[in-house]
DNA sequence: TGACAGTTGTTATAATATAACATAACATCC
DNA sequence: GGATGTTATGTTATATTATAACAACTGTCA
């Protein structure tokens, strides 16, 4: 099975590639990664969990940078609109986005159990959102689609309160 | 094609119906549609555009109800427990269901130029759905599916702007 | 240099939602 | 009918999420 958010793995790997992607694209495309907008894109890289806006503004403040909630929320803007992470509706938090260039608006699993997500892109998704739009002569320009429950490693894993006895 | 929150309808008719169904349903499973809660039902139905919370407050407080928002706030969860309504969290509205007797999570089409909703029961959203989080293992206990953009009736009638020169 | 665009700082406030505890209404059992 | 438990509502306060508005700074380039 192909590696995700929910498996272990060198995450460390997945937030210095995130951050070289997000620095050659932004120079590609003639915008500013600026410290703050690179240590917000870190710190919701930081783990595979969403980070809420304040939770960011709290690291942020941690760290010396300004720390009121226009900061954040103007990071979070500029690296929506780039492409550079999502946010998640449902739960008002936000998620680095491992495919930045090309535009796309991600599908997620979001487990309630570890509270991490993983960003799908499934083709058959897309499919049956413009099938049953078309159906009704709508024309979508975005959407959201966030699939809650329990990812494989929490289901396998049995829970603390049932190895005790 | 079918009648839809999109097309012009008597809509009154859909008012009452949904109350009809909201009571016999509540007292068939023998739970109170008490006068604020029948109230806020009825408000979120008004109109087929989804309606907040605090819009549903000022309503009440007009009415003399209680207007506090917990007041609010536990007749939504009253009213969305028993699946009379859904919310819409890329907007954070709440919209009236039309087809409760069946505990479903539906999918939407959301018009940003009417902002009127529309629900859907796609068997192929729900299809691509679980395949999705079949292939990942993971078990789906509810999602969040809205799909944003612009109603058939929107895209045909000229706005405003185009019809001044 | 100065003019402009873009970015950040700062203060205040809007919008959305819940905690916590008190009181009232209803149900039921004796 | 009165005691009791449960559900629903009232009330106050506060938490959480997000934006408006305007001032100040920074980089760029004519």
Redesign the interface.
Do not use: P
């Given at each position: 099975?192909q590696s995700?958010a929910?498996s272990p793995h060198d995450h460390s790997h997945c937030i210095s590639s995130a951050i070289n992607h997000a620095q050659s694209l932004c120079a590609q495309r003639g915008v500013r990664l600026t410290p703050v907008r690179q240590r917000v894109l870190e710190l919701v890289w930081r783990s595979h969990q969403p980070i809420g806006a304040y939770e960011l503004l709290a690291a942020l403040a941690k760290e010396g940078f300004n720390s009121a909630p226009p900061t954040v929320y103007r990071a979070l803007e500029f690296l929506s609109e780039q492409g550079l992470l999502h946010k998640l509706?449902?739960i008002n938090a936000y998620v680095g986005c491992c495919n930045p260039e090309t535009p796309h608006q991600g599908?997620f699993?979001l487990?309630?159990v570890c509270n991490k997500a993983?960003e799908?892109e499934?083709q058959?998704?897309n499919?049956?959102?413009k099938?049953?739009?078309d159906q009704?002569?709508?024309?979508?320009?975005?959407?959201?689609?966030?699939?809650?429950?329990?990812?494989?490693e929490c289901?396998d894993k049995p829970s603390l309160s049932e190895l005790t006895p």
């Open positions: 099975m995700t929910f509706d449902s599908h699993l487990c309630q993983q799908l499934s058959y998704i499919l049956a959102l099938v049953s739009a009704h002569g709508f024309e979508i320009q975005r959407h959201t689609i966030e699939i809650i429950g329990t990812c494989k289901i």
